[in-house]
């Protein structure tokens, strides 16, 4: 073990908490795409890196078992791992499989509950709409609430977005997010950008596709208004119990006073000149920060000594 | 053309239903939809809808014609307690058209909605 063990983390995890803070001044596809990016890398580095280190860690306590290991799992110069760092990885490695678990285990969990329920309308009154990802059983789920309030044009704005979600698969997104925040809290702010960018995405092409910016952001905000009025005794309730029954723990979305709504934001977007569509920049630099973290985060698990690449 | 899958069409078939605001025939219905799937896709999706609920039809000589079907209900149960996972927020690969506001930001809202050119604010100034 020397420092070039923890390279990819050292190179992976800076951009990852910088992302979190920085705002990325490229269209929102670009946007979420490097984010998405930059999460799943720092978040595979940490991983492999805690998982290698254990391992490692593992022969040094018995050198005996270590003999069965595929040479390329082992440091080349079987030196012992300290206790400190082989007991620090073995906790990290350890808590990373038990939160993956939880938030895969949760996400099916939640996803079948909306398949189910979007087998109909829901009888809220809460304006409620969401995309439900699927080949068959796919879909939208909407309440009620949402088809009493809205006309047709709004309703058709809201369709269009749940659509580019389920076109453009923004769940996998959503959950490389979730899953990077879950196993290295700190990246909670890049989280956020990320959950931002991809609904961004998402009212840049409804506005693209119905030609009306100034009626996709009214929309958002007239559905984001009913929301806080007619529901704000129902929701603050249904709110704190889900915050109890352990749903909204490590989310915090809806805390007050976190942080300026992501709604406000997206809202204030539309009203403002269509972001520039970055044809070039926005490969490029989606590219840049694949080639920079990708690697890293490859050489965490091992991957060019265990084919035999060359790496660096 | 390439398979779909249905739900994104399902929202698709909603969005183009949606826009039209009134009885259209699957031809037209097909015609406006991105990709132009078949009329065996589209009513395998207007069957669907129908179970659920969300589309009306009446025959029009040889053929159904389809729109969106708003507002039949006039009582909403209205309690939030039976989709609580949903209800709240609280979801990591689900996400909600928009996040409930709390107070301080649906006031922000509004600020921000207030700014817009008296042009622009005419149109829909119905938000309370």
């Known amino acids: 073990m020397n420092l070039f063990t923890f390279l990819p983390v050292a190179v992976t995890l800076p951009p ?3 992302l979190g803070w920085a705002r990325v001044p490229l269209h929102p596809v670009w946007t979420a795409r490097i984010l998405a990016t930059v999460a799943a890398s720092a978040t595979t580095s940490v991983v492999g890196t805690a998982l290698f280190v254990a391992v490692n860690y593992g022969a040094t306590l018995a050198p005996d078992a270590a003999d069965r290991l595929p040479e390329w799992m082992l440091f080349g110069d079987d030196s012992p791992v300290p206790s400190m760092f082989g007991v620090l990885a073995v906790a990290v490695f350890v808590f990373a499989c038990v939160v993956v678990g939880r938030v895969v285990r949760r996400s099916v969990s939640g996803t079948r509950e909306a398949r189910r329920l979007s087998r109909g309308v829901l009888e809220c009154d809460e304006p409620v709409a969401m995309a439900v990802p699927g080949w068959r059983d796919g879909g939208v789920l909407v309440s009620r609430g949402l088809l ?3 006309s047709g044009p709004e309703l ?3 369709f269009r977005h749940e659509e580019t979600h389920l076109r453009h698969a923004h769940h996998r997104y959503l959950l490389v997010g979730a899953l990077s925040r879950a196993v290295l809290p700190f990246l909670r702010p890049l989280d956020r950008r990320l959950r931002l960018a991809v609904e961004r995405w998402a009212d840049e092409e409804t506005a693209d596709a119905v030609g009306d910016r100034v009626l996709v952001a009214r929309t958002i905000a007239k559905v984001a208004l009913a929301s806080t009025t007619s529901a704000a005794g129902a929701a603050g309730t249904a709110g704190a119990a889900a915050r109890d029954a352990g749903w909204g723990r490590g989310v915090g979305r809806d805390l007050p006073g976190f942080a300026e709504s992501q ?5 204030r977007a539309l009203l403002a ?8 920049t926005g490969p490029m630099a989606l590219l840049g920060s694949s080639l920079t973290t990708g690697p890293f985060a490859a050489a965490a698990f091992q991957l060019d000594q265990a084919f035999g690449l060359p790496f660096i | 053309m390439a398979r779909r899958p249905l739900g994104r069409l399902e929202a698709e078939v909603l969005a183009v239903l949606a826009a039209a605001g009134a009885y259209i025939s699957t031809v037209d219905l097909c015609e406006r939809m991105i990709g132009a799937p078949t009329r065996s896709t589209v009513n395998t ?4 809808l129908l179970d659920k609920g969300m589309v009306q039809r009446v025959r029009v000589g040889r053929q159904y014609e389809y729109r969106l079907a708003v507002d039949e209900a006039d009582v909403v149960a209205g309690r939030m307690h039976e989709h609580l996972r949903l209800a709240s927020d609280q979801q990591y690969v689900l996400s909600r058209f928009v996040e409930t506001l709390s107070g301080e930001q649906a006031r922000m809202l509004r600020v921000v909605l207030d700014d817009l050119p008296p042009s622009l604010s005419g149109k829909g100034g119905e938000h309370p």
Do not use: D, H, M
Not at chain 1, 263 to 267: G, H
Not at chain 1, 273 to 280: D, E, H
């Open chain 1, 16 to 18: 990852a908490i910088l």
């Open chain 1, 156 to 158: 058709a704005i809201v």
């Open chain 2, 45 to 48: 999706i207007l069957n669907r």
């Open chain 1, 273 to 280: 000149a269509p972001p520039a569509r970055n044809p070039v």
């Open chain 1, 263 to 267: 709604t406000v934001e997206r809202v």
């Open chain 1, 148 to 150: 009493r309030r809205l």
